[in-house]
């Protein structure tokens, strides 16, 4: 039996690896295209990236692949409870279904597994529009201008990459010295030069700590560690793709 409130396969299917390589997968593509004539293929006409449906084959594949899990549980008799689950007690657990209604349930074994979630920073909370996750950083439709990303971690790299790509003027902030501060620095200085060949703004040794509203767009302060070095400018959106709160995640 297993308790899902909201689809299955988490977030590595629905908003995390799969939809992340999908688009990768996709602005790969475009790059191919842009490089036909290397190939010895003439492409006529504007050749340009539609984010949207971009987005649209992903949310396909993450369709397919959910619809799968499903008939996997069905081949394999697991019984897909959706709803959201809390213990009650040792073997007991209550579950709120979607319509409101809600059921108990005992089992003699119970695994957690319920994962991680997008978490707001201090004085920067997502409001899913300009302050956006992962989660709507996969959703985007249209390729936004200029975005920072705070947390030059696996994921933050990844959306830096993906956007730069497609096109945005991108800026990543990490508070420790270097991007992938979780990785060998062999890693780290790889990754860098790739970083620098893209004209991606890359800040290490620094903080947000806060933004201020400009106009139409979103200004912000970043500090040098410790000591305010007080420099502003401004974005048309801002991602916190790095920071999660969950399991095993750091908060
Ligand atoms: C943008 C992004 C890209 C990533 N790319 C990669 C990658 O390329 N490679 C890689 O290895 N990892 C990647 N990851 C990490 C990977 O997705 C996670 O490590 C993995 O999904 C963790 O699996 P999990 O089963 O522990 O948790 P989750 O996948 O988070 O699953 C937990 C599930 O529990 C459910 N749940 C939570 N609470 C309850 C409750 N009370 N009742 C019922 N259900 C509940 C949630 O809805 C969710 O479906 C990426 C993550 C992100 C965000």
Do not use: H
């Not at 629905?14 to 390589?21: M, Q």
């Not at 539609?50 to 594949?61: C, F, P, Q």
């Not at 619809?67 to 897909?80: E, N, R, S």
């Not at 994921?155 to 508070?175: D, H, W």
């Amino acid at each position: 039996m297993v308790i899902e409130k909201g689809e299955v396969g988490g977030t590595c299917l629905n908003w995390g690896c799969i939809p992340t390589k999908s688009l990768i997968a996709s602005v790969e593509a475009y790059e191919t295209v842009r490089r036909a004539s290397e190939f010895g293929i003439s492409v006529s006409g504007e050749i340009k990236p539609d984010l949207s449906a971009m987005v649209a084959r992903k949310d396909k594949i993450v369709e397919l692949q959910v619809k799968g899990i499903k008939g996997l549980f069905q081949g394999f008799g697991v019984t897909l409870i959706s709803g959201e689950g809390s213990l009650l007690g040792p073997g007991r657990l209550s579950v709120k279904r979607p319509d409101g209604g809600q059921e108990e349930i005992s089992a003699s074994k119970i695994i957690i597994a319920t994962g991680s979630r997008p978490a707001s920073l201090p004085n920067l909370t997502l409001d899913g529009e300009r302050i956006i996750s992962s989660t709507e950083a996969l959703a985007l439709t249209q390729i936004p201008r200029s975005i920072l990303i705070v947390g030059a971690g696996v994921i933050g790299c990844e959306f830096a990459f993906l956007f730069s790509r497609l096109g945005s003027q991108v800026t990543m902030v990490e508070m420790l010295p270097r991007a992938l501060p979780n990785e060998d620095e062999d890693v780290s200085r790889l990754l860098e030069r790739e970083v620098r060949k893209r004209k991606i703004d890359l800040y290490a040794n620094n903080r947000v700590e806060g933004l201020v509203r400009m106009r139409k767009e979103i200004g912000r302060s970043v500090w040098r560690a410790g000591k305010p070095s007080g420099r502003r400018k401004s974005w048309s959106r801002w991602a916190a793709n790095s920071i999660r709160k969950g399991w095993g995640s750091r908060d």
